[in-house]
């Protein structure tokens, strides 16, 4: 069974850098043909794809967030890592690790983490 | 970036009625859309993929429908456990994007 979970620390302070890790277990992230996305959740709203990171090592990343956002994965532990710079307020959110479908490929998020609700505040 | 807009915000509904919500896009995203089901708390859960196919496990309750810009979901008979806030989500174009989703609430 794939299990994605989220961990970091809940509190960061502005203006500092957002850091969170997606430890995989049940499959490996080097599975050919598959991305693995990082999406966040405003708090009282909706839904921000942040990025992904491909098999490959290949990423993408939402534009909105592109200068500020590194997505990484480390092989040897099968995990995943989201970095996000110069923290705002606007940044508190639930975030989320998804992988995307075994059968429809890439944006179709089929698995997903718990989130790790992260706080931006002094 | 294309917006997907969900009607309505809000919705009161009781067991077993039908029910329809309906999303939007801003640009032609052909059949590039599925439909997410998240409760209080939990992670969001696909539920249908290109416009209409339902994922393993999802009732036939559940059904999807639309073309380009336009798209329902529609729960035939509502179950207790329908009540959640639903999300579309077109992959037609970079950044993916959501709609700012319908909460279906017990009447």
């Known amino acids: 069974q794939v299990q994605l979970q989220e961990s970091g620390p809940g509190l960061v302070k502005p203006s500092q850098t957002l850091s969170l890790t997606c430890s995989v277990s049940g499959t490996s992230i080097n599975s050919i043909g598959h991305y693995w996305s990082w999406i966040r959740q405003l708090p009282g709203k909706g839904l921000e794809w942040i990025g992904y990171i491909y098999y490959r090592g290949n990423t993408y990343y939402n534009p909105s967030l592109k200068s500020r956002c590194t997505i990484s994965k480390d092989t040897s532990d099968n995990t995943l890592s989201l970095t996000l710079t110069s923290v705002t307020a606007a940044d508190t959110a639930v975030y989320y690790c998804a992988r995307d479908s075994e059968q429809w490929g890439p944006g179709y998020f089929e698995l997903w983490g718990q989130g790790a609700l992260v706080t931006v505040s002094s | 970036d294309i917006q997907l807009t969900q009607s309505p915000s809000f919705m009161s509904a009781s067991v077993g009625d039908r029910v329809t919500l309906t999303c939007r896009a801003s640009?032609?995203?052909?059949?590039?859309l599925a439909w997410y089901q998240q409760i209080p708390g939990k992670a969001p859960k696909l539920l249908i993929s290109a416009t209409s196919t339902l994922e393993s496990g999802v009732p036939s309750r559940f059904s999807g429908r639309g073309y380009g810009t336009d798209f329902t979901l529609t729960i035939s008979s509502l179950q207790p456990e329908d009540f959640a806030t639903y999300y579309c989500?077109?992959?037609?174009?970079?950044?993916?994007?959501f709609g700012q989703g319908t909460k279906l609430e017990i009447k």
């Open positions: 989500q077109q992959l037609r174009s970079y950044p993916y994007t």
């Open positions: 640009l032609d995203v052909s059949s590039s």
